[in-house]
């Protein structure tokens, strides 16, 4: 009667997973340094408000509303371009992820801790809208303390954010990080050339502040 063999079967050293290398390499690390349960718990609340462009929507339409009713027109018409920058920046990462049409990170050393829309990844339309949005109610808000300093405190942590959740590679926030700034550059030439004129004061002659 023979015995079956108790001895532990070798894993061949071609099934075994490879180590991930390049981008992957540097975010398994970056996860490895800043991914707590705290962190994750804050960047799923920045994903969730940052989720196309709604949260950045939401604090135009206030800052507009606001601004109306103490009869700012200069600041209401800024806070609608500040919306709309957001949501157009948004909708341009959308378009240059179908034609990068880069994978998400997919590797067992990068933890994801968030769903996605859609598996591509470059670049993240959180980083381009929330980069926009930033630098456009900063503007907005030109006149209120401490408003530039906007882009700073609100970008940084949605940019860390994305790689915290394993969702996106570093290049993917820096690339969604310049095409905001990009967008919002624009919004702010075109408010200079043609603002006053979308904007007329004969749409709210008749409009009392507060109104």
């Known amino acids: 009667m023979s015995l079956e063999s ?21 975010l398994a690390g970056i996860q490895s340094v800043v991914t707590r349960p705290a962190t994750v718990t804050a960047a799923r609340g920045l994903s969730h408000f940052g989720e196309h462009s709604l949260g950045w929507l939401a604090l135009a339409g206030a800052g507009a509303l ?16 500040a919306g709309i920058g957001a949501f157009g920046a948004h909708a341009a990462s959308v378009v240059i992820k179908r034609i ?6 997919d590797h067992p050393d990068i933890k994801v801790g968030v769903g996605t829309p859609s598996k ?37 942590p949605m ?5 915290v959740l394993g969702v996106h590679y570093p290049t993917d926030v820096l690339a969604g990080a310049a095409i905001g ?31």
Do not use: C, M, Q
Not at 70 to 80: F, N
């Open 181 to 211: 700034a990009a967008s919002a550059g624009a919004v702010i030439v075109g408010d200079k050339l043609v603002g006053d004129r979308i904007f007329s004061s004969r749409l709210f002659a008749n409009r009392k502040p507060g109104v």
């Open 66 to 81: 606001l601004a109306a009713r103490r009869g700012d027109e200069t600041a209401r018409r800024r806070y609608i371009e």
């Open 100 to 105: 990068v049409r880069r994978p998400r990170p």
């Open 159 to 163: 940019l860390l954010s994305r790689l």
């Open 120 to 156: 591509l990844s470059f670049p993240s339309s959180h980083a381009t809208s929330t980069t926009a949005a930033a630098i456009l109610l900063g503007w907005a808000a030109s006149g209120e303390r401490g408003a530039k300093t906007l882009p700073a405190v609100i970008v940084p």
């Open 6 to 26: 108790t001895e532990p079967t070798a894993v061949p050293a071609d099934t075994a997973v490879a180590k991930p290398t390049g981008e992957a390499a540097l």
